[in-house]
């Protein structure tokens, strides 16, 4: 029997003032009640009760102890409560790392509404790129692009994600458009090399099969932002994911010259550390952003990018 568990029946004892009566109100039998007691003396190596056939009565080490226990289990059921209406309800502190590109984009223009929702959730919000152990750094929510495997996460796709390669219409107007991907090498190129590993993300377009184009280096970046504003300047072509691309292309800044590339083995996803009890601000969060993503016309199987034309059937 649990340390625990002996404490709480010696406090029955204690309050119904006798093995009998502390059995009949618990539905256990007197005998477990009284081999519990003794058991609790034997591991103390002190009397707390004196015995006889007519009264049970504390003695003066087990009065000490029985105020002791006494404050211990208030306590103990005072912080339970506290923390069972916590995990229930949303409110505490909200550890959340997100990607800097699409969390810029995507993630912080929705964190007010969040807050309007749930005022009592405080936030504590990461950008970061880099590979995160959200469970050594005691994080709640993290997003991440890309590839994600992890046994120890439950984990949800945002979203798939659609590659374009972009140029912007001034520098079309002076170096012509490329009609095809063989005619990539004529151009210049603004590059994508990730930060982890120093290589540059090949140039992937899907005709009749997907291909892996390695044209021009003029510039190369390590910033997804980046991308996108030195190709607005006119500095070459290049190839930006859906998310990043997004504003550019509405505003004009930017165009597609070829239908979006959708990399089977990619996308956005939110994840969270596997447990049995989640906390509701967690759940509030996940279930927020999921439904914030969706109105944006994206799920796990689709982005806005088929409604993107090309430039090419503009002129």
């Known amino acids: 029997m649990d340390k625990l568990r002996l404490l709480k029946l010696f406090l029955a004892v204690v309050n119904d003032g006798s093995f009998v009566a502390a059995a009949l109100n618990l539905g256990l039998s007197p005998s477990t009640i009284s081999k519990a007691v003794t058991r609790l003396e034997e591991s103390l190596g002190i009397q707390l009760f004196q015995r006889n056939t007519r009264k049970l009565r504390l003695t003066t080490s087990g009065e000490q102890y029985a105020a002791a226990v006494k404050n211990f289990i208030e306590q103990l059921e005072y912080c339970e409560n506290n923390m069972k209406q916590s995990n229930n309800q949303p409110q505490g502190t909200l550890r959340i790392n997100i990607p800097i590109s699409y969390g810029r984009l ?3 223009p929705m964190i007010k509404q969040f807050y309007i929702l749930y005022p009592d959730i405080k936030i504590d919000l990461s950008y970061s790129d880099e590979y995160v152990d959200i469970i050594e750094q005691r994080i ?15 984990i949800r796709q945002l979203s798939p994600i659609d590659f374009f390669i972009c140029a912007s219409p001034t520098y079309l107007k002076k170096q012509g458009i490329p009609k095809t991907v063989q005619e990539f090498p004529e151009h210049r190129w603004v590059r994508f090399r990730y930060k982890q590993t120093g290589k540059l993300m090949p140039i992937i377009t899907q005709g009749n099969s997907t291909q892996q184009q390695h044209p021009d280096e003029s510039y190369i970046v390590d910033d997804g932002e980046a991308l996108a504003e030195l190709c607005a300047a006119g500095l070459g072509l290049t190839q930006i994911p859906h ?3 997004r504003n550019w292309l ?12 959708q990399a089977p083995d990619q996308g956005v996803f939110i994840m969270y550390p596997k447990r049995d009890y989640l906390p509701a601000r967690v759940k509030k969060f996940v279930n927020f952003i999921c439904q914030e993503i969706e109105m944006m016309d994206e799920t796990p199987m689709k ?13």
């Open 106 to 108: 995507y993630i912080t």
């Open 140 to 154: 709640d929510v993290c997003i991440r692009s890309g590839t994600v495997k992890d046994s120890r996460l439950i």
């Open 243 to 245: 998310f990043i691309a």
């Open 250 to 261: 509405q505003k004009g800044s930017i165009v597609s010259l070829f239908p979006a590339y």
């Open 303 to 315: 982005t806005w990018a088929k409604d993107i034309r090309q430039w090419k059937e503009k002129v």
